[in-house]
């Protein structure tokens, strides 16, 4: 494999990585359906990585759907909006499944709204030009992006804005769009390619431009033939090129995509833009072509809600701000067995406490495994088996990590690099000791002293 | 003996008496060549100290503190340890006056047992407070204890135990080193300026609007301001009050106004207890501390593999 920096191709997979068992097929086929509009939304003034926002608006105030009702001066941060027409209440607070605990906007619904297939059509409908986008400055494709609220949908909701500022020591030749979603369970975004493909065509080469990317490659794990032919299809004639990647968890991790799909390496502590590479998913890449092109915010997201505790597992568009409960519901709720909810897919996702919390714009799936899946492991010695080190995407030893953590050893631990640590889970998922290594290693990274 | 091993053994036994001599002048001109003049005040402050090396005074062990007394003219109070009689001590040695000073025992804003707060979920992973703090759900409260016992743990003094989820502190061995304090990830452990042996403190930490705090908790503070109505002491900050233990008097402060007007159980009497506390529960067993039953070390070793 050359690692080249100006490397165009990878070998389609990197080294390491685990193969749970897939469990798409339980949403694989379902059609994105359309959440009913809820009573009363709350749209969390943090769902991104960044600078809180501040409401704007007083309680009581009409808002169209679409509105601002959340902004920061902040530069890393992005605007929250309403993504139903209604009437704005006194600011309450949330509990996120990340166990942030964030102000939020009431917004209950008032007056005519879209619904159903109309709401769908709206979203992703119409014609999306892959010519002429010369027209839109790189400027201006970055300053609608800010407005419209747009932030890395994949799971880590990174505004989007800040990784088109470009840095002049850095140029960026290559967008890759992120089309992986290597989690299990998870189909959000390969319905979303199958059943839209356009404007995730188009947003890719609105976000080439804002960058000054010449290069661009949607990356689709093989598990997806479908949508690997519909992205193929909607992309022809254009210069977005779609490279199929091997399955593997964690493929849609970037330091993994990056040398899977482009060759590059990505190094320790680095961020892809070292290597002349911007990561977006695609989900992302749909929201700047609407945002773009029709001037819309992102107020709805797909979300798959899957799992065997689940009675009929499906794919929703839903707005930023419906609860988990109104989600599950439109999936005919919980089997009797079920004992666990996932917000965001189970390998990195965060156990849900109370289902009355409202969706980001980060939320990517809600999976719910049932009293089979979850049963308790006891915890024993570590024996030294290396299982952990074996599957490490990151290179890392994660048995020392953890166990230097656990005793509060933050020197030790820094110096096996606890910090370039993605918390992927490989590690607690190959352990035979039932270890809770990467628990142990995000406690060791959120109480160890900075610097 | 042969006339030749006297000879061998003589010449050796010579040359290490030789050796020897020598080298005791080379150390007798050393020891006044290299000689540091330390401030015997140092030595005596030290011999002073308890010897406790527990960093509650702020510098890394005692002998650091008597350097900093003695040269750098530091408060000779801060000894946690040693209380009011080092400090007497000290200030005889370095000829200063005490001024008045209380000892700093930790407290803990937060009463509710497990059984009184409210949305709590089963949870299988690690067992401490650090590690249950990075997750959501694993009970409404998120400002509130998590009952894992970390501070039990840091407490090199074992002033500290968890009783039904809650830390309860032993006042007479908490020397006010404030290990508790700072390992607790909730920041729910202050240390505070004991001037009688029981403090009022305010037994709640969620900082979120009355209705919020009912929905996660039976006895959180709701913020209803009642005792800042009550005496001057009590402010808000937010929507939990404080209690501004600068001014706090003793001998002058009346709470039993406050202590009436609270709705919830969130100000409680803590500190030593009195006679007829120790006479109430004589008969009362002390739990046993359950111990995990497997052990995983970790040392300083480089990794080989």
């Known amino acids: 494999m050359s690692a080249s920096p100006l490397s165009t191709t990878g070998p389609g997979t990197f080294p390491r990585g685990i193969h749970p068992p897939e469990a798409k097929e339980l949403s694989a086929s379902g059609k994105i359906e359309v959440l009913p509009t809820p009573k009363e939304v709350k749209i969390a003034l943090l769902q991104h990585t960044g600078a809180p926002c501040e409401a704007i608006h007083k309680p009581r105030t009409e808002v169209e759907a ?29 509990t996120l499944p990340n166990g942030r605990h964030v102000p939020a906007v009431p917004i209950k619904a008032t007056g005519e709204q879209l619904e159903g297939d109309a709401l769908f059509e709206e979203i992703f409908g119409g014609e999306w030009p892959t010519s002429g986008l010369e027209r839109y400055s790189a400027d201006e494709i970055r300053t609608a992006t800010r407005e419209a609220g747009i932030v890395g949908l994949g799971g880590a909701a ?52 804002a960058i000054g990317a010449e290069q661009m490659v949607i990356a689709i794990e093989d598990n997806k033939p479908e949508a690997i032919a519909a992205a193929r299809k909607a992309a022809e004639g254009s210069p977005v090129r779609i490279q199929p990647v091997k399955t593997k968890y964690p493929m849609g991790g970037e330091k993994q ?22 990561v977006m998913n695609v989900g992302t890449a749909t929201a700047v072509a609407r945002a773009i092109l029709r001037g819309k915010p992102l107020t709805h997201r797909v979300v798959s809600v899957s799992g065997r505790g689940i009675v ?99 020197d030790l631990a820094k110096r096996y690099h606890m910090m370039a640590c993605m918390e992927c889970g490989c590690c607690s998922y190959a352990c035979p000791a039932g270890i809770p290594l990467v628990q142990l290693i995000r406690t060791g990274k959120a109480s160890a002293p900075r610097a | ?98 001024e008045q000073t209380w000892p700093f025992k930790a407290v803990v804003h937060c009463a509710a047992t497990f059984s009184q707060r409210l949305l709590r979920n089963t949870y299988h992973g690690e067992q401490t407070c650090a590690a249950a703090n990075v997750i959501s759900g694993i009970q409404g409260c998120t400002y509130g204890c998590l009952g894992f016992g970390d501070c039990v743990e840091a407490c090199n003094f074992s002033a500290i135990f968890m009783k039904e989820g809650v830390p309860e502190v032993v006042y007479d061995p908490c020397t006010g080193c404030g290990a508790c304090a700072e390992v607790c ?115 300083d070793t480089e990794w080989r593999g």
């Open chain 1, 66 to 94: 679409g509105a601002m009702v959340g902004s920061s001066e902040a530069f890393v941060s992005a605007p929250v909006h309403s993504p139903i027409a209604g009437k704005t209440a006194k600011t309450c607070s949330v």
């Open chain 1, 158 to 209: 990174f505004p989007t804005h800040v990784k088109f500022a470009v840095n002049p020591e850095k140029p960026i030749d290559t967008l890759l769009i992120n089309g992986c979603e290597c989690e299990p369970y998870l189909n959000a975004d390969n319905r979303l390619m199958i059943e839209a493909p356009m404007p995730m065509i188009s947003g890719t080469m609105l976000a080439a431009r």
């Open chain 1, 257 to 278: 995509l990056i040398p899977a799909a482009l060759g590059r390496i990505v190094p320790t502590g680095g961020l892809p833009l070292d290597v002349g590479v911007v």
């Open chain 1, 312 to 410: 009929s597992p499906k794919n929703i568009l839903a707005p930023v701000g419906a609860t988990y409960q109104e989600l599950i519901d439109l999936a005919d709720g919980l089997t009797p067995d079920a004992a666990r909810v996932i917000a965001g897919g189970p390998m990195m996702g965060f156990a849900l406490g109370e289902l009355d919390t409202p969706i980001t714009k980060g939320t990517s799936g809600i999976v719910v495994l049932t009293e089979a899946e979850v049963r308790e492991r006891n915890e024993t010695n570590c024996v030294r088996c290396g299982h952990c080190v074996d599957v490490c995407p990151l290179h890392l030893v994660p048995t020392r990590i953890a166990l230097a953590s656990r005793a509060r050893n933050w």
């Open chain 2, 1 to 98: 003996m042969e006339p030749i091993t006297i000879v061998v053994v003589s010449l050796a036994a010579g040359t290490m008496l030789l050796l020897a001599v020598a080298m005791s002048f080379v150390l007798g001109w050393a020891n006044n060549a290299f000689h540091v003049e330390v401030d015997p005040k140092i030595v005596q402050c030290n011999e002073v100290l308890p010897g406790a090396n527990c960093g509650g005074c702020g510098y890394v062990g005692c002998n650091e503190y008597s350097e900093a007394i003695v040269l750098n003219g530091e408060s000779v109070t801060k000894c946690p340890v040693g209380g009011a009689s080092c400090a007497e001590g000290l200030a005889q040695i370095m000829g200063v006056e005490v």
């Open chain 2, 185 to 299: 990830p909730r920041n729910i452990i202050t240390m505070v300026p004991f001037k009688t042996s029981e403090m009022l403190v305010i037994a709640c930490s969620n900082n979120d609007f009355g209705a919020e705090v009912k929905k996660v908790c039976t006895i959180g503070c709701t913020g209803c301001k009642a005792c800042t109505k009550a005496n001057d002491l009590f402010t808000m900050e937010g929507n939990l009050p404080v209690l501004n233990y600068d001014a706090y008097d003793p001998d002058a402060v009346d709470f039993s106004l406050a202590l009436d007007r609270c709705k919830m159980e969130s100000l409680v009497w803590v500190g030593v207890p009195t006679a007829e506390h120790i006479e109430a529960t004589k008969d009362m067993e002390v739990p046993d501390k359950i111990e995990a039953d497997f052990k995983t070390t970790v040392d």
